[in-house]
C-alpha cells in the first residue's frame, strides 16, 4: 500500500514537473513558435502556407495541428485511464507517453518547409505525448498526498516546472547567442538543435521520477477477463459517479471553460506577439519576446505559491474567482491598448502572476473534490478530457477568428468570452469544498 505524505516519492512526483515542463516553455511558448512563423513566412515569401494544396495562414494552421492534439488525447486518454486503473499501470503508461513526447521533440530538429505536413506531425505527437502524460501524472496527486497538503504539493510541482524549463531555455539561449561553443571549436547551437536538448531534458530527468514513483494503485487484485473491457467498465462507473457528485460535476463544467482560455494564452501568446505588437526589429523581437517568457516563468513561480496561501485563508473557488477577473482585465488591456514591447512586459508580468497560481489550484481543488476512491486516473482522465476539449475548441476559435477576420487581435475577443462564462459557471459550485 503506498504511503500518503513519503517526502522522497513527492519530491519524485514534482520532479516530472521540472522534465516535461520544457515542451510547453521551448516548444510550445518560446523557440518553436519564433522558429515556426520565421521559417514558413521566409519560404512562402509571406505569413500564408499550403498544406495537401489547401491556403492557411501560418498561425492558423499551427493553431489547428495543436488542436488535433488535444482532441487525439481527450479521446484516447479515458479508455487508458480505465485500463491503468485497472490493471495499476499507470506508470507503465506516463512512461510511454513521456518516451513519445521526448524522441518528437527531437525530431522536430528535421523540420523543414518544403514538407510542412510531414514536419508537424513530429510537434503533433510531441503535444500529445506531453498531454497524455499528464493525465496520469496529475491522476498521483491523490495517492501520495493528504488533502490537506495537496495544494501546496501541486503548486510546488508547478513551482519546479517553471524554475527547470527556465533554466533550459536560459541556457539555449546562451548557447545560441554567445560564442561559448564556438570558442570551444564546435558550432553555434541553431534553434533545430535546441529541440534535441529539450527531448533529452525531458527524458533524463524524467528518470529520477520513474526510479521513485510506484505503479499505481490497483482497483482489482484479481484481474479477470479482458483488460480492455475492463478498462471500459471502470470508466463507466467513474462516469457516472462524476454525474452524481453536483460539486465535481459543476466544477468541472467551470474548469471546462476558463481553462479554455489560459491554455489559449499560453498556445497563442507568442504568435499573437509576433504580429500584433510593433516591434523595431527581428533580432529585438526575438530577444523581447523570451525575456517576456522567462519573466512569467519566474513570476509563475511566486503566483502559484501566493495563490495556494491565500487558498487556505479564504478557500480554493474564491481564489478562483478572483484570479478570473484578473484574466479578463488582462485579456481586455491586450486587445485594447497593447501595441508596444514595453505596454507587451507589463502584460507578460501580469499573466506570469496568474497563470501558475490557476493551473495548480485548480489540479489540486479537483483532486480534493474527488470522492474516496483508488479510481483515480480514471477521474484524472475526466478532468483532462474537460481541459482537452476546451482546449481544442479555444485554438481552432482562436485561428478561425484570425482567418476569418484578417486580424490576430480580434481572436482575443474569444479569450474574454470564455473567462466571462468560465466565471459564472463557478458560482454555480457548492461553496463547501469536500476534503476527506
Not at 482489482?220 to 478498462?231: A, L, P, R
Request: net charge positive; glycine share 8%.
Amino acid at each position: 500500500m503506498l504511503q500518503k505524505g513519503d517526502p522522497k516519492v513527492i519530491r519524485a512526483w514534482t520532479f516530472y514537473d521540472w522534465a516535461n515542463s520544457v515542451y510547453p516553455l521551448v516548444i510550445s511558448s518560446a523557440i518553436f513558435p519564433i522558429f515556426y512563423e520565421t521559417v514558413t513566412r521566409q519560404a512562402n515569401n509571406g505569413d500564408h502556407v499550403k498544406v495537401l494544396g489547401l491556403p492557411f495562414v501560418n498561425t492558423e494552421f499551427y493553431s489547428f495541428v495543436v488542436a488535433l492534439s488535444y482532441i487525439i488525447v481527450a479521446f484516447s486518454s479515458p479508455i487508458l485511464s480505465g485500463i491503468a486503473d485497472y490493471s495499476g499501470s499507470k506508470k507503465r503508461f506516463l512512461q510511454f507517453f513521456c518516451f513519445m513526447g521526448a524522441i518528437c521533440c527531437m525530431m522536430l530538429s528535421l523540420f523543414n518547409t518544403s514538407h510542412l505536413g510531414y514536419s508537424m506531425l513530429a510537434l503533433l505527437f510531441a503535444s500529445v505525448g506531453y498531454w497524455g502524460s499528464l493525465v496520469f501524472y496529475n491522476a498521483y496527486l491523490p495517492e501520495i498526498a493528504e488533502p490537506q497538503d495537496q495544494d501546496k504539493v501541486s503548486a510546488r510541482g508547478f513551482g519546479m516546472g517553471y524554475l527547470g524549463s527556465s533554466m533550459l531555455l536560459i541556457l539555449v539561449l546562451v548557447l545560441m547567442k554567445s560564442n561559448v561553443l564556438p570558442a570551444m571549436g564546435l558550432p553555434q547551437l541553431t534553434a533545430k538543435q535546441s529541440f534535441i536538448l529539450v527531448g533529452l531534458w525531458w527524458l533524463g530527468f524524467a528518470q529520477i521520477t520513474f526510479r521513485r514513483l510506484p505503479k499505481g494503485l490497483r482497483v482489482h487484485e484479481k484481474k479477470s477477463g479482458n483488460i480492455i473491457t475492463n478498462g471500459y467498465k471502470e470508466l463507466m462507473i467513474v462516469f457516472k459517479n462524476i454525474l452524481k457528485l453536483k460539486q465535481l460535476r459543476r466544477f468541472l463544467g467551470a474548469y471546462f471553460m476558463y481553462n479554455m482560455g489560459v491554455q489559449t494564452v499560453m498556445i497563442m501568446a507568442v504568435p499573437f506577439a509576433t504580429k500584433a505588437i510593433e516591434w523595431p526589429d527581428e533580432s529585438a523581437k526575438t530577444t523581447s519576446l523570451i525575456i517576456s517568457i522567462l519573466l512569467i516563468q519566474f513570476l509563475g513561480i511566486l503566483g502559484a505559491f501566493l495563490m495556494s496561501r491565500l487558498a487556505r485563508v479564504i478557500g480554493n473557488l474564491k481564489t478562483i474567482g478572483i484570479v478570473l477577473f484578473v484574466w479578463v482585465a488582462i485579456c481586455f488591456c491586450v486587445y485594447k491598448f497593447v501595441y508596444t514591447p514595453m505596454e507587451f512586459y507589463i502584460v507578460a508580468a501580469s499573466v506570469g502572476l496568474v497563470m501558475g497560481g490557476i493551473q495548480a489550484m485548480s489540479r489540486s481543488t479537483y483532486s480534493k473534490m474527488l470522492p474516496e476512491t483508488d479510481d483515480h486516473a480514471s477521474y484524472f482522465s475526466f478532468f483532462d478530457v474537460s481541459e482537452k476539449i476546451g482546449l481544442a475548441i479555444g485554438t481552432c476559435t482562436f485561428g478561425i477568428i484570425e482567418g476569418a477576420t484578417g486580424g490576430i487581435r480580434n481572436s482575443v475577443l474569444s479569450i474574454i468570452i470564455t473567462f466571462v462564462l468560465g466565471f459564472l459557471l463557478l458560482l454555480r459550485v457548492p461553496k463547501s469544498e469536500n476534503v476527506r
